[in-house]
């Protein structure tokens, strides 16, 4: 190997390792879910590269209402899932899409793109 070869070694190694620590071992940013008036509990998500908080904390038995703000044309960040609620949503570009659920068990709940590159968490308490 020469040395050009070498550097393009050493930087695609890099990259690798730069990916897989902000897909899987970035610090979460957490937000604990606002009540309402009314008793619904609701948290705003900004969708740009990831999820903005990508944790959301409920608490459980009592409705939530996640409103997610796609603020990207991104294609990956177009379709929501939240496979353990059953629900599948588009999610429109620089526009908020509001999720309702009603969680009834404690647990930890992933939610991610339409691809599952990115990935967010909701904990119910």
């Known amino acids: 190997m020469d040395t050009t070869q070498i550097i393009v070694t050493l930087v695609g190694v890099g990259l690798l390792g730069?990916?897989?620590w902000f897909f899987f071992l970035a610090p979460h940013r957490v937000a604990a879910a606002v009540s309402t008036s009314a008793g619904?509990?609701?948290v705003d998500i900004v969708v740009k590269g990831?999820?903005?908080p990508n944790v959301i904390e409920v608490e459980h038995g009592k409705p939530v209402q996640l409103n997610f703000y796609?603020?990207?044309e991104n294609s990956c960040s177009?379709?929501?899932l939240l496979p353990d609620f059953n629900i599948r949503r588009e999610l429109a570009?620089?526009?908020t899409t509001a999720i309702e659920l009603l969680p009834q068990q404690a647990?930890?709940?992933e939610f991610t793109c339409g691809m599952?590159?990115?990935r967010g968490s909701l904990v119910v308490k």
């Open 78 to 80: 177009e379709e929501l």
């Open 50 to 52: 990831g999820y903005s």
């Open 116 to 118: 599952h590159m990115l």
């Open 40 to 42: 619904i509990q609701q």
């Open 93 to 95: 570009p620089f526009k």
């Open 107 to 109: 647990g930890t709940f």
């Open 70 to 72: 796609r603020d990207e």
């Open 18 to 20: 730069f990916v897989g």
